[in-house]
T-cell receptor, first 116, second 110 residues
Framework: KAGVTQTPRYLIKTRGQQVTLSCSPI?????VSWYQQTPGQGLQFLFE???????NKGNFPGRFSGRQFSNSRSEMNVSTLELGDSALYLC???????????????FGPGTRLTVL | KNEVEQSPQNLTAQEGEFITINCSYS?????LHWLQQHPGGGIVSLFM???GKKKHGRLIATINIQEKHSSLHITASHPRDSAVYIC????????????FGQGTRLTINP
């Protein structure tokens, strides 16, 4: 089975712009979670989508949003970029069903976003 | 105080040594994950456990729910084990989320 894929792998934007990142989960996985990794804050949970609905959410401002399509592919959008948004953005998919929660996470390679 | 604390933050050992990385947490959890991150960023899930002990090859993970503590052991360590090891806990407080430790950077010298 193919692993989790993320596009693009690298991205450079300027302050105030917006960005959309894409994640394709492992076939059959319906849960997609997004994470931000920075040197200062480490890994932080952004949100999780399951069956096209945001099921869980971390403590990030509303500038960070996402969606999931019927084929389980997910996109994450960050509007009005700030310098502090420079980070590695990782998505992970899992088999987690129903109320069983996030489940074992299978990570993609990440998108490295640089905001100038 | 962070909800998840790992120790040590950095660990350097010689090939063949037995390695232990510890993770303590302060909240109620439904599961704990051990992750491995190599230079370049890729993260691999090593274990997800909610009780007892799991073993995969040279890796062993244990968890003590009452003491809110987990350990990751590596037997017969090898330079290819050099990576950052991250503990993450699955918290259910209304919504569910993963909360991560700060990671342990392991270097195994030949």
């Amino acid at each position: 089975k193919a692993g989790v894929t993320q596009t693009p792998r690298y991205l450079i934007k300027t302050r105030g712009q917006q960005v959309t990142l894409s994640c394709s989960p492992i076939s059959g996985h319906r849960s997609v979670s997004w994470y931000q990794q920075t040197p200062g804050q480490g890994l932080q949970f952004l949100f999780e989508y399951f069956s096209e609905t945001q099921r869980n959410k971390g403590n990030f401002p509303g500038r960070f949003s996402g969606r999931q399509f019927s084929n389980s592919r997910s996109e994450m959008n960050v509007s009005t970029l700030e310098l502090g948004d420079s980070a590695l953005y990782l998505c992970a998919s899992s088999l987690a069903e129903g109320a069983t929660g996030l489940g074992e996470q299978f990570f993609g390679p990440g998108t490295r976003l640089t905001v100038l | 105080k962070n909800e998840v604390e790992q120790s040590p933050q950095n660990l350097t050992a010689q090939e063949g040594e037995f390695i232990t990385i510890n993770c303590s947490y302060s909240v109620g959890i439904s599961a704990l994950h051990w992750l491995q991150q190599h230079p370049g960023g890729g993260i691999v899930s090593l274990f997800m456990l909610s009780s007892g002990k799991k073993k995969h090859g040279r890796l062993i993970a244990t968890i003590n729910i009452q003491e809110k503590h987990s350990s990751l052991h590596i037997t017969a360590s090898h330079p290819r084990d050099s990576a950052v090891y991250i503990c993450a806990v699955h918290i259910i407080q209304g919504a569910q989320k993963l909360v991560f430790g700060q990671g342990t950077r392991l270097t195994i010298n030949p």
